[in-house]
T-cell receptor
């Protein structure tokens, strides 16, 4: 099925460890995004990529890095995980033409202990 | 940045009841989406509605862009409607599109 695929679905890290969250879409969308969801906060934008080769900071970028590997893939890296990064992470993609809105992956639940 | 406010924050319904969820936004936007987050955490796109009215089964949505609000109507609610409903507005800056979310409305439908 067409859509946005995120891996892993669950992850537990120790403080200071690093990891990369992977995201891939097969809808030929130009734009991709990483959001985090915390209780009572809605979803907040971490980083986004308007097109292959470009990335920009969102509302809460500190402690994260991203890579737009190609048009399909957009990864999020935590270099030194902190308990404050415990959250649910969502990847999304959109067609800038505005025809279909945003499509979200199923999320990654990350716990940093 | 754009502020998105949703009301009420929580809503409890008896199965079969109707409800209206509201989304206000602080500035002109290019598009608006309503999402349902189910109890498993999955975000489901309900409506992509920059203006006007759309209907999909028991759900319908209306956006009045000039007055900066959108409404989501749920009729004959079912227990499967439970979850969190998010309104998100899309704004463009040059070639960049951003989606800003409200904090959500938690709906519980009781049998």
């Amino acid at each position: 099925n067409a859509g946005v695929t995120q891996t892993p679905k669950f992850q537990v890290l120790k403080t200071g460890q690093s990891m990369t969250l992977q995201c891939a879409q097969d809808m030929n969308h130009n734009s991709m995004y990483w959001y985090r969801q915390d209780p009572g906060m809605g979803l907040r934008l971490i980083y986004y990529s308007a097109s292959e080769g470009t990335t920009d900071k969102g509302e809460v970028p500190n402690g994260y890095n991203v890579s737009r590997l190609n048009k399909r893939e957009f990864s999020l890296r935590l270099e030194s995980a902190a308990p404050s990064q415990t959250s649910v992470y969502f990847c999304a993609s959109s067609d800038y033409t505005g025809a279909g809105g945003y499509t979200f992956g199923s999320g990654t639940r990350l716990t940093v202990v | 940045g754009i502020q998105v406010e949703q009301s009420p924050p929580d809503l409890i319904l008896q199965e079969g009841a109707n409800s209206t969820l509201r989304c206000n936004f602080s500035d002109s936007v290019n598009n608006l989406q309503w999402f349902h987050q189910n109890p498993w955490g999955q975000l489901i796109n309900l409506f992509y509605i920059p203006s006007g009215t759309k209907q999909n089964g028991r759900l319908s949505a209306t956006t009045v862009a000039t007055e900066r609000y959108s409404l989501l109507y749920i009729s004959s609610s079912q227990t499967t409607d439970s979850g969190v409903y998010f309104c998100a507005v899309e704004s463009y800056t040059g070639a960049n599109s951003k989606l800003t979310f409200g904090k959500g409305i938690t709906l519980s439908v009781r049998p």
